[in-house]
């Protein structure tokens, strides 16, 4: 795959000016100094100044026309257009900087037209728009910080986006909305709130191609719309999109900003996915259109949008899953039924929304477990919040079955009629590994552990999840010297939020050099704390002191 490199700068956009092509036209050059209509057939217009103006400036009105840009600028007041094509086509617009519009270039019912290299940024709504069009060619462009979308494509077919940059935009990077056969190739999509959409209302809208396209986080996109068997990914985003009786397991979407989606499952049926883990994405999972599909193992992590939404979708099976840290919902339901949530962990300011009243279930009938927090029966799901104070984690369970009393009522018609429940902290036992919760630990080791005056030693902290929940840790750690080896008492070291994540089993390592120029004590520090619950608290922090 050959980029030119992420900061692809207006210079080099500029450049290509030189290099898409002189006049050929036997009509001769048509020089613009100002906005207007463009209406001479075949017509070669070349721009010879900068512009700022009002609304719309460029309407093509006529077949065949090439507008040059010549690099210079095109500013407006944020209305209109920047260039706008209907019903006519066969057009080229290229080399130029596109500023402030409502959108950058417009193209309604117009066919076999080509933009290149073209900077189109800051545009109010969107900076290339596509309506009933089709046959285009979209290449070597790079369209940046618009807020509805960045490339916009309403309808029509066999359109060609390559080469292309689309970046930094408040919404959406790239938006398909009842097109098919769109190629995108060899485009970076970054940075945007959804990096890559699609909205199909056929299965054979369904029908584009992605190819070598690298979304957020410099991970791939990665579209498919047949049946697939994949396991071992890492992506930026994954779109099932009519590829019914797909299998996907092993597949990890982690980002940095809780922008883009995780993984996205449109008009897709008989499809199973298992172990995912999707961090920090705008929404986790979106289901949309989607019909008997199962979800198991997930791994939902401090997701912005819904853990897992479904919008107009019923009959999937979501289970034996960690939703967690999701900031508006944990499960997020719109126009959807039948759906089935059993043996999840759920713990979320938010555990579930939903728009309308249309019945789920959320739980099976009691059966032998082990279930989702090791106790004995598998029914329902765990309920908690990181307060400590779901439903959960303070409902009674009087005859010790793993249940809470009484069901848990989340809205009409959408009852978990059995709630897991907390063990109580007298029912703990730590060398039981299956009565075991969210348990991490901390503890330090120096080398050489018995240190002279003047050596360096290595301290090496080391963070272990021995529970049986993933979860995120903050470590605060430190060092005392002794007087005039840091300052009197003085320390260092650091802390962070919640940013190391540990998986079951999992252990973190951090490591600090502490230098020995005086003699007397040091002191090295570590403390823990888990955004799940964690009832044992003796191994949370740790200590060590050495002598020289």
């Not at 047949?226 to 779109?239: Q, R």
């Not at 298992?274 to 939902?300: A, P, Q």
């Not at 260092?492 to 940013?499: A, K, P, R, T, V």
Request: hydrophobic content about 35%; some cysteine; proline content about 4%.
């Amino acid at each position: 795959m050959k980029f030119r490199g992420f900061l692809l700068s207006i210079v080099v956009i500029l450049a290509m000016a030189g290099v898409i092509g002189a006049n050929d036209s036997d009509g001769g050059v048509i020089e613009l100094y100002d906005c207007g209509v463009l209406d001479v057939p075949n017509g070669y217009y070349v721009l010879m100044n900068d512009i700022t103006t009002s609304g719309t400036c460029f309407e093509i009105k006529a077949d065949g026309i090439t507008l040059d840009l010549n690099s210079r600028r095109i500013t407006g007041n944020e209305k209109g257009e920047g260039i706008v094509i209907r019903d006519f086509g066969s057009a080229t617009i290229m080399n130029g900087q596109i500023y402030s519009f409502s959108e950058g270039i417009s193209l309604q019912n117009s066919n076999n037209d080509k933009i290149l290299a073209n900077l189109i940024a800051n545009n109010d709504d969107i900076g290339i728009y596509l309506d009933d069009s089709s046959n285009n060619l979209i290449k070597d462009n790079f369209v940046q910080s618009n807020q509805e979308a960045g490339i916009f494509i309403d309808d029509g077919f066999g359109n060609n986006i390559s080469d292309s940059f689309v970046i930094n935009g408040d919404d959406t990077g790239i938006y398909l909305d009842g097109t098919f056969d769109t190629l995108i190739k060899n485009t970076i999509i970054q940075n945007n709130l959804i990096d890559f959409h699609i909205d199909a209302y056929s299965d054979d809208e369904c029908e584009n191609t992605l190819v070598d396209v690298i979304g957020s986080d410099n991970k791939p996109i990665y579209y498919f719309n047949e049946k697939v068997d994949v396991k071992d990914l890492e992506a930026s985003e994954v779109i099932l999109c009519n590829a019914d009786n797909s299998v996907l397991e092993d597949i990890s979407v982690i980002q940095k900003t809780r922008k883009n989606n995780g993984i996205y499952i449109h008009r897709t049926e008989n499809s199973h996915l298992s172990k995912v883990r999707v961090e920090k994405t705008f929404d986790g999972i979106f289901i949309e259109d989607s019909h008997k599909n199962v979800l198991t193992k997930m791994h939902l992590i401090s997701n912005y949008g819904g853990g897992i939404t479904i919008y107009d979708s019923t009959n999937n099976i979501i289970k034996d899953s960690y939703i967690i840290d999701t900031v508006k919902g944990g499960i997020i339901l719109d126009e959807s039924h039948s759906n089935k949530f059993y043996n999840n962990f759920f713990n979320n300011s938010n555990n579930f929304f939903a728009y309308n009243k249309y019945p789920n279930a959320w739980n099976v009938s009691q059966k032998n477990g082990p279930n989702i927090i090791k106790g004995p029966f598998i029914g329902g799901n765990f309920w908690g919040n990181p307060k400590g104070t779901g439903y959960s984690q303070i409902c009674k369970d009087s005859n010790d079955d793993g249940f809470c009393d009484e069901p848990l009522i989340l809205g009409e018609n959408n009852v978990d009629y059995l709630p897991l429940s907390l063990p109580e902290p007298r029912l703990f036992n730590f060398s039981n590994s299956a009565l075991k919760m969210t348990d991490v630990s901390v503890s330090i080791t120096i080398n050489p552990s018995k240190p002279k005056l003047g050596e360096n030693v290595m301290a090496l902290i080391t963070i272990e999840n021995l529970g049986n929940f993933p979860t995120n840790v903050s470590l605060t750690s430190g060092i005392t010297w002794p007087p005039g080896s840091g300052g009197p008492g003085g320390g260092g070291g650091g802390s962070c939020n919640y940013c190391i994540s540990l998986n079951p089993g999992e252990k973190h390592y951090t490591i600090q050099n502490i230098a020995t120029p005086n003699p007397g004590k040091y002191t090295v520090s570590a403390s823990i704390d888990s955004y799940i619950l964690d009832p044992n608290q003796k191994n949370n922090k740790a200590f060590l002191e050495f002598v020289v």
